[in-house]
T-cell receptor, first 114, second 116 residues
């Protein structure tokens, strides 16, 4: 069974640009969550999607957005990139939408903003 | 608000030593508790979980017990191996939204280095 696939693995962007990251969940999983991991702030929740609807959102500016498609694949977009957006972005998929459900993480996309 | 506090690292141990990584939490309601592990260059993998008070999660020789009275979920292993070297994260499921969320709140992570 294939795991969670995130593309691309590495990305270098310039300040002011925008970027789109992709996540393909495990087959059959309908819940996708996104996290930002940085050395200073640790792992922080960005947003969560279930059946194409955003169910929950973390405390990030509006430059961060996402969506989920009918096949459960998800994308997140960051517009007007800032140096502080450099981070490892992790996607997690789960079978159901309930606390206690195991989250399966992808390897992440390492974004560097220069 | 809901939060997780874990011991600062790095923790450096010799092979076969006993491991404890402390984790305490603050939460309203009744969250589920997790330990995730991150190996270099990888995403997070679930190590173990407990969904209610007094539950013990265990996997690969690691154990943690959900202690509601002390709001703790300490990770233990009787004999560590070099291959256990990784970053360990304690996490809780956000108990809000009537439980209808997979949002996790993570601790800061503890780096474990096991020397041969």
């Amino acid at each position: 069974k294939a795991g969670v696939t995130q593309t691309p693995r590495y990305l270098i962007k310039t300040r002011g640009q925008q970027v789109t990251l992709s996540c393909s969940p495990i087959s059959g999983h309908r819940s996708v969550s996104w996290y930002q991991q940085t050395p200073g702030q640790g792992l922080q929740f960005l947003f969560e999607y279930f059946s194409e609807t955003q169910r929950n959102k973390g405390n990030f500016p509006g430059r961060f957005s996402g969506r989920q498609f009918s096949n459960s694949r998800s994308e997140m977009n960051v517009s007007t990139l800032e140096l502080g957006d450099s981070a490892l972005y992790l996607c997690a998929s789960s079978l159901a939408l309930a606390g206690g459900t195991e989250a399966f993480f992808g390897q992440g996309t390492r974004l560097t903003v220069v | 608000g809901n939060s997780v506090t874990q011991m600062e690292g790095p923790v450096t141990l010799s092979e076969e030593a006993f491991l404890t990584i402390n984790c305490t939490y603050t939460a309203t309601g009744y969250p589920s508790l997790f330990w995730y592990v991150q190996y270099p260059g990888e995403g997070l993998q679930l190590l173990l979980k407990a969904t209610k008070a007094d539950d013990k999660g265990s996997n690969k020789g690691f154990e943690a017990t959900y202690r509601k009275e002390t709001t703790s979920f300490h990770l233990e292993k009787g004999s560590v191996q070099v291959s256990d070297s990784a970053v360990y994260f304690c996490a809780l499921s956000d108990p809000g939204y009537g439980g209808a969320t997979n949002k996790l709140i993570f601790g800061t992570g503890t780096l474990l280095a096991v020397q041969p």
